[in-house]
């Protein structure tokens, strides 16, 4: 059940929400402790108590490309399929940066290029420095 979109999540573009994170990323993600702990029955509301204590922005790291819990969560988002209300919460939250930036990255995913516009266009002003992870577990600052 962990590993399954809601039966009453739509579609989008087309296809399985999933389906947007790469299959194999996907597969890694399921295996990885933080899913398996920290992902597992979570809601669009216990989501927001979890993304709160992110780090860093990444994809996967290290010599064995462990996914990031950035991705972990983003894939929760998309089984999930939070409100579209709850998402613009998430972008419009000032407070917790990675909270800010996960609901902004979900939105591009899943959102209408209008949306889009709309609600990610003043995140341009944003300057706070954001923790990212590279390939082989370095850490940068680039900007918002």
Not at 5 to 33: C, F, M, S, W
Not at 53 to 77: A, E, H, I, Y
Not at 84 to 98: A, C, L, Q, R, V
Request: charged share 25%; aromatic share 10%; hydrophobic share 35%.
């Amino acid at each position: 059940m962990a590993n399954r979109t809601d039966p009453l999540a739509k579609t989008v573009h087309g296809t399985n929400p999933q389906n947007l994170v790469e299959y194999i990323v996907r597969q890694k993600i399921y295996q990885t402790v933080y899913w398996k702990e920290k992902c597992f029955a979570l809601t669009a509301e216990s989501l927001l108590e979890v993304a709160v204590n992110l780090k860093s922005v990444g994809g996967t790291v290290g010599g064995q490309r462990k996914p990031s819990d950035f991705l972990c969560l983003l894939l929760k988002m998309l089984q999930i399929q939070p409100d579209k209300e709850i998402i613009i919460e998430y972008i419009k939250n000032e407070d917790f940066k990675y909270v800010r930036i996960l609901g902004a990255f979900y939105m591009r995913l899943v959102g209408k290029p209008l949306e889009v516009y709309q609600y990610l266009e003043p995140l341009y002003n944003d300057y706070r420095k954001v923790g990212g992870r590279q390939q082989h577990d370095q850490h940068d600052l680039p900007n918002a």
